[in-house]
């Protein structure tokens, strides 16, 4: 008689046998998906998660370190070339409330510039490989945004698509010298440390303190520690790096992402 398939499982360096009853299938989570979060939080792996005691992120004023970033040096001038249909891009489909836009953006299979740029030198340039929409900043530190914008990633205040590159307003009086781009949100540096956000919020991504669908212009992140120095973006999650050398991570934890060794979401505040 043929023996019954079984599969190792290890845990808290012990082994266990456990019975193989069908192909594991993964869950497909997209933050897309209507998510309910109390339901998530109160679901028993196979591992109860303690609590992690972990305290909010607040640091005195009088011992913060006062810090100036500086710009890249690199000079230059934007040229894009591949998909433009911004809506289509990473889709089956156009949505339906996109419609409208279905055929509009063509591929480019040659370097183009932007007319809107001819005078605009170009320090960085920043997207995602999740990400349908872009960012340059110049050499002043003003970022620009362009693509789709169906959770405000662009950070204009509406979620209008944008074909070509445009400042974002509410960033002007800002110095950006680094950014990051998830798959609907947005995070910019500014040289004094401070952090902004912009687009889908709904697995708290931004780190605003908040849950909400989107945010469609700046806001500072919900965060009162030292002076931060480096942004990065996963697709529904976001990390920041503080001048001591300090790792802090918000958003979607599905599969341990944000390394804080359990599955709770925590989208209310910023811990370490």
Not at 60 to 84: M, N, S
Request: glycine share 12%; charged share 25%; net charge positive.
């Amino acid at each position: 008689m043929p023996r019954k398939k079984v599969t190792d499982v290890s845990g808290n360096g012990g082994m266990k046998r456990k019975r193989a009853t069908g192909k594991r299938k993964d869950r497909d989570f997209s933050s897309d998906d209507e998510f309910d979060f109390e339901q998530e939080n109160n679901k028993k792996p196979g591992k109860p998660a303690a609590k992690s005691g972990l305290q909010p992120v607040t640091v005195a004023d009088d011992v913060k370190e006062k810090i100036k970033l500086e710009l890249p040096k690199v000079r230059g001038q934007l040229l894009i070339f591949g998909a433009t249909n911004w809506d289509l891009i990473g889709r089956k489909e156009v949505p339906k409330q996109q419609a409208a836009f279905r055929n509009l953006g063509q591929n480019l299979w040659g370097p183009h510039r932007y007319g809107c740029l001819n005078d605009v030198q170009v320090s960085c340039v920043v997207s995602g490989p999740c990400a349908a929409h872009s960012l340059i900043m110049t050499t002043e530190g003003k970022l620009w945004s362009w693509g789709r914008n169906d959770k405000g990633q662009l950070g204009h205040g509406d979620t209008k698509r944008l074909e070509a590159p445009k400042l974002i307003e509410g960033l002007a009086d800002q110095v950006i010298v680094s950014a990051a781009c998830g798959r609907n949100h947005t995070m910019a540096l500014t040289e004094d440390g401070t952090v902004y956000s912009f687009g889908e919020n709904k697995l708290g991504q931004l780190g605003q303190g908040s849950q909400t669908d989107a945010v469609l212009s700046p806001a500072p992140i919900s965060y009162n520690g030292q002076p931060l120095v480096k942004v990065a973006c996963g697709a529904e999650f976001s990390m920041v790096v503080d001048c001591k050398g300090n790792l802090y991570s918000f958003g979607c934890p599905e599969y341990g992402q944000l390394g804080k060794n359990h599955h709770i979401y925590q989208h209310l505040q910023l811990y370490v």
